[in-house]
């Protein structure tokens, strides 16, 4: 069954610094752009960061260039989103998804995680 799980999320004090990881199952991610999603409370699912299938490409939204980096190990089948300097805007459900294309489009991911929760108190 082809399945991404993510991982790391959890309560996080302001100031401090997380790692999420993306793992696959069942299919390779060798030629797949990662991207990562996430869904503020009351707010859409956006797109924040996505990197190419050989990892020399990498996206950044706007409103995380500054303290998020994304990361791949394709032989560990993983891709991964560290966040620094976390921030109570930083709370939310983040999901990993597979896919095409440069940019992290929702329509472009063909598998998708269940997300993983982050929560950055105020």
């Known amino acids: 069954q082809f399945e991404l799980v993510e991982s790391g999320g959890g309560l996080v004090q302001p100031g401090g610094s997380l790692t999420l990881t993306c793992e696959a199952s069942?299919?390779?991610?060798?030629?797949?752009?990662m991207a990562w999603f996430r869904q503020a409370p009351g707010k859409e699912r956006e797109g924040i960061s996505c990197?190419?299938?050989?990892?020399?490409?990498?996206y950044y939204a706007d409103s995380v260039k500054d303290r998020y980096r994304i990361s791949r190990d394709n032989a560990k089948n993983t891709a991964y989103l560290q966040i620094f300097i976390l921030k109570p805007e930083d709370t939310g459900i983040y999901f990993c998804?597979?896919?095409?294309?440069?940019?992290?489009?929702?329509?472009?991911?063909?598998?998708w995680g269940k997300g993983t929760l982050v929560i950055v108190p105020s």
């Open positions: 990197i190419s299938s050989g990892g020399g490409v990498k």
């Open positions: 998804a597979a896919g095409t294309g440069a940019r992290p489009h929702a329509d472009a991911m063909q598998y």
């Open positions: 069942d299919f390779s991610i060798d030629s797949l752009t």
